[in-house]
């Protein structure tokens, strides 16, 4: 059994080849948004918190398009086991224009909104102001985000893992570049705070669109389609994929509304938890970096063979992704618990903050191989199977039958310190372990979700 999972020198270079890429890119990504936090940190801990808050909207509109570029996943990922370009350009165009329409729609609440959504989430003037003012500006990255989304999404279903990396890299470091010169006013230019790491975001956004975009028609690769291969999709195919996806986004809209009405909760406990929730955020992002690569490599490889027919195999990859991600989860949560003094050592935040922080990664950390295990599954596995009705309703008991009221009596009733309501929110981890592992091992999650469609042989690579 043991050689079964882990004796295929072909599966881990294959797995490295795909998981490595992502990896590094997430990697810069959390690294770079824990510089972003500790440099906004310096300006206070209510400036924090108002950061913190704003994207909060950002991140729904990142669930929303998480499902949809899911769902363009899960099909580009079984039409590259057939080598039909032609139905992954299909599926590239609808995705394309669900996520830009939603863009336009969160851009609008962002831009002339910004006030009252804000206050949703706290009581707090200064924070409110700060908030709004971000987000106002911030939101202008919106569209870009969605168009982006969708075609990294495709190009990695596809194996081409580079160009997604390297365009997000680059984006990132001139976002932390200007993050530093905009905040503080360096070089001569205007102290702007808050409002210069907006200003940051925007432009980094767009140059992350023109230079992904761009390449990807340079170098004539699977998405490099003319207007008339993204357009005209058949019913068929549109019935389908509106059907997995609808599952898969509103999934991850439930979850994102969820730890929304958290984050109000922990809001109502002061701005002080606000900040030190902001500070663990940007942490658990870093610490979860190689789990978003091993999630991404699990929906190509999983993905590929169920599209080529052979579920034996995709069965056996499905085990070996979640023994890795078992394994390493442990290993990660306890690195965390180790070196927290470390961690939190760069942030000049009140010493308040900094307790309630150290007690949230702690928590963090116990549940870190379970909560990672549920990533990979639903992300990874099930989704490249295409179960998407399955993990819509697993989410929702857990969130909001068993997540839900632990928050609301342990924050606003019982009045519990920040990290005990924490746990108990995180416990519905241990509840989606026991249901994804008897999924997996049911195979009840393997559909072959593009049986009789006719495409065109591949004709673009890397």
């Known amino acids: ?22 990896t590094l890119q997430y990697f810069f990504a959390a690294s770079l948004n824990l510089v972003d936090s500790v440099m906004v940190g310096q300006l206070g801990a209510v400036e924090l918190a108002a950061v913190g808050l704003a994207n909060r909207v950002y991140f729904l509109l990142l669930l929303f398009l998480l499902g949809v570029s899911g769902g363009a996943s899960m099909f580009a990922s079984q039409f590259w086991g057939q ?14 224009s669900i996520a830009g329409t939603a863009g336009l729609v969160f851009f609008g609440a962002g831009a002339f909104a910004s006030g009252p959504i804000l206050r949703i989430f706290s009581d707090d003037p200064a ?12 939101s202008a990255s919106f569209v870009m985000v969605a168009v982006t989304s969708c075609y990294a999404a495709v190009l990695r279903s596809t194996g081409q893992v580079r160009l997604p990396m390297a365009v997000n890299v680059v984006a990132l470091v001139l976002n932390t570049v200007l993050n530093y010169v905009l905040i503080f006013g ?3 230019m205007p102290r702007m ?7 940051a975001t925007t432009i980094a956004r767009a140059v992350e669109t023109v230079a992904l975009i761009g390449f990807s028609y340079r170098r004539r690769l699977v998405v490099a389609a003319r207007l008339s291969e993204l357009v005209g999709v058949s019913s068929e195919l549109t019935r389908r994929f509106v059907q997995a996806t609808a599952a ?4 991850d809209m439930t979850w994102a509304i969820g730890i929304t009405i958290y984050l109000a909760l922990y809001a109502r406990m002061g701005t002080d938890v606000v900040a030190a929730l902001q500070i663990v955020f940007t942490i658990q992002q870093l610490a979860t970096v190689f789990f978003a690569g091993i999630s991404s490599a699990a929906m190509v490889m999983v993905g590929n063979q169920i599209g080529a027919g052979d579920e034996r195999t995709a069965y056996l990859y499905a085990k070996r992704f979640l023994v890795i991600t078992l394994l390493l989860g442990a290993a990660i949560g306890l690195l965390t618990v180790l070196g927290s003094g470390l961690i939190l050592a760069p942030y000049r935040v009140p010493a ?6 150290r007690s949230l990664l702690y928590v963090f950390a116990a549940f870190l191989a379970v909560s990672t295990f549920n990533t990979v599954a639903v992300v990874g596995v099930l989704r490249a199977g295409g179960d998407t009705l399955f993990c819509l309703v697993m989410d929702l008991v857990a969130v ?19 990290a005990t309501v924490f746990a108990g929110v995180t416990l519905q981890e241990v509840f989606k372990f026991a249901l994804c592992l008897k999924r997996v091992v049911s195979k009840k999650w393997i559909n072959n979700l593009v049986s009789g469609f006719a495409g065109s042989p591949a004709t673009a690579h890397e």
């Open 127 to 138: 924070v409110v102001a700060d908030g709004s003012r971000f987000l106002a500006i911030s």
């Open 1 to 22: 059994m043991l050689r079964d999972l882990i004796g295929d020198r072909a599966f881990f270079r294959r797995f490295l080849q795909l998981a490595v890429p992502v």
């Open 193 to 199: 705070g808050v409002a210069g790491s907006a200003v």
């Open 352 to 357: 308040q903050v900094t307790a309630d922080a």
């Open 400 to 418: 909001y039958v068993i997540g839900m009221p632990f928050a609301v009596t342990g924050a606003l009733v019982l009045k519990l310190p920040v």
């Open 248 to 251: 898969v986004v509103i999934k």
């Open 83 to 96: 080598k039909d370009v032609a139905s992954i350009r299909k599926v590239l165009g609808l995705s394309v």
């Open 186 to 188: 360096m070089f001569g």
